[in-house]
């Protein structure tokens, strides 16, 4: 079975903050798959990052940075200098290759609130 | 290409009524996938197709819920007899590979 843990229910922070969101995840797979998405007030939900159980490489994207680490299944979120835009409901979750239907597994979420 | 498509977005039926909702994924995706998200909450899986063959179904699909993908192109979720547990926003996500899976906007669900 596979889980993804977000410990972390709520962020709030004031604008200019760094701030990481975690994420910790569980599967019995070789390989899988990692991800990020944000889900704003509107409600859709919009991919950010998809990271390979075999590239371990981190990677950053203007304000946006991950931290993945197969020694302690993590794969961290960090948002340099937040912005009040970044506000929304941020998602971490897992593919798995067994069976080849790559369906994700969410976890609950956690809700970074910036402030001005 | 306008991404994926849902209608309606807004649902809101009596208990004991049916519902059907509809999914258009980007057209050159093979794979579509049907999740359940309720308040407060990360997205659940709920059933997978490939092309116009049903793959996978979660144990959360009971028997009152049916999927259908008829030519391999747009999805139907029906849900019979709904229940008021049965509130939530019920997303679509298309994809080719296992690359990122796009979400559909949702179609919101209210069971009074």
């Known amino acids: 079975a596979q889980k993804v843990t977000q410990a972390q229910t709520e962020i709030s922070v004031v604008e200019k903050e760094d701030v990481t969101l975690d994420c910790v995840y569980e599967?019995?797979?070789?390989?899988?798959?990692l991800f990020w998405y944000k889900q704003p007030p509107s409600g859709e939900l919009v991919f950010l990052i998809r990271r390979n159980s075999f590239d371990e490489q981190n990677e950053i994207s203007g304000r946006y940075s991950w931290n993945f680490q197969k020694s302690t299944s993590s794969f961290n979120f960090t948002i340099t200098a937040s912005q009040v835009v970044d506000s929304a409901v941020y998602f971490c979750a897992l593919a798995g290759s067994g069976g080849s239907n790559y369906k994700l597994t969410f976890g609950k979420g956690t809700l970074l609130t910036v402030n001005p | 290409d306008t991404g994926v498509s849902q209608d309606p977005r807004h649902k809101i039926t009596k208990r004991g009524q049916n519902v059907t909702f509809r999914c258009d994924p980007i057209?050159?995706?093979?794979?579509l996938y049907w999740y359940r998200q309720t308040l407060g909450q990360g997205p659940e899986f709920l059933t997978y197709f490939q092309n116009e063959a049903q793959l996978e179904k979660s144990r959360l699909l009971s028997d009152r819920f049916s999927a259908e993908r008829p030519k391999g192109s747009f999805s139907t979720l029906e849900i019979q007899r709904t229940e008021q547990g049965d509130s939530a926003m019920y997303l679509c996500?298309?994809?080719?590979?296992?690359?990122?899976?796009?979400f559909g906007p949702g179609t919101r669900l209210t069971v009074l």
């Open positions: 599967t019995r797979d070789t390989t899988y798959y």
């Open positions: 057209s050159e995706h093979n794979r």
């Open positions: 996500a298309s994809t080719d590979e296992i690359d990122e899976q796009f």
